[in-house]
């Protein structure tokens, strides 16, 4: 049965960070990308980063130089750094595993609040 069960979320002010986790389980992943999307109250999901199974990364717009994905294929884990977080990064955050015609997973989401 395949798994992926985020960690991380929580609350915290504007400026701060928050360390998210990804534990994906069940089959192999290393071939396909593995990120994170965000959904807020009343908006569709966007991605926020991903990253390949080569390694190539991609980020939204509204989250370059503040986020970091990265990835350990051995601990089929992936992370996101959050930092210098605003009040629009609130969102409930889902991790995702993507390989083209084979599988496309979601977890169950983790919330990220920025307020003071």
């Known amino acids: 049965q395949v798994q992926l069960v985020e960690s991380g979320g929580g609350l915290v002010q504007p400026g701060g960070s928050l360390r998210l986790s990804c534990l994906a389980s069940?089959?192999?992943?290393?071939?396909?990308?593995m990120g994170w999307y965000r959904q807020a109250p009343g908006k569709e999901r966007e991605l926020v980063a991903t990253m390949s199974g080569s390694g190539i990364m991609d980020y939204a717009d509204s989250v370059k130089g503040r986020f970091t994905i990265s990835r350990d294929k051995a601990k089929n884990t992936v992370y996101l750094q959050m930092n210098s977080l605003k009040p629009e990064d609130t969102a409930l955050y889902y991790c995702n595993a993507y390989l083209r015609y084979t599988y496309n997973y979601w977890g169950q989401g983790t919330q990220v609040t920025v307020s003071s």
């Open positions: 069940g089959r192999n992943f290393n071939n396909g990308a």
